[in-house]
Nanobody
Framework: QVQVVESGGGLVQAGGSLRLSCIVSGLSFGNKDMGWFRQAPGKEREGVSCIGWSGSIAYYRDSVRGRFTISRDNAKKTLYLQMNSAKPEDTAIYYC?????????????????WGQGTQVTVSS
């Protein structure tokens, strides 16, 4: 059974930084594209970033490109999201998931066993 555990969220002022982590078990992490997703109150979950299995390719949604950086450590089966220059509109619960992809600027995943996520709150 696939399990994902997200951590690293918290309260940060606008312009600040956070680093999210996601530890994955139950799958061959090093062979999977991995992504970050987020869901703000009253909104649908949206794709934030997706990184290829080797780490050589990454995709970002337009609103975070240049501010967020996705990375991974396959030996540790861990996915990261470095959030810089945070904005209040980044406030959401952040989730990670395998099997992400990008099509016409939209990042998605067919994953169903979502974790609890980690709350990120950016104050203005």
């Amino acid at each position: 059974q696939v399990q994902v555990v997200e951590s690293g969220g918290g309260l940060v002022q606008a312009g600040g930084s956070l680093r999210l982590s996601c530890i994955v078990s139950g799958l061959s992490f090093g062979n999977k594209d991995m992504g970050w997703f987020r869901q703000a109150p009253g909104k649908e979950r949206e794709g934030v970033s997706c990184i290829g299995w080797s780490g050589s390719i990454a995709y970002y949604r337009d609103s975070v490109r240049g501010r967020f950086t996705i990375s991974r450590d396959n030996a540790k089966k861990t996915l990261y999201l470095q959030m810089n220059s945070a904005k209040p509109e980044d406030t959401a619960i952040y989730y990670c998931a395998p099997d992400c992809g990008s099509h016409e600027g939209e990042i998605s995943s067919s994953f169903r066993d979502w974790g609890q996520g980690t709350q990120v709150t950016v104050s203005s």
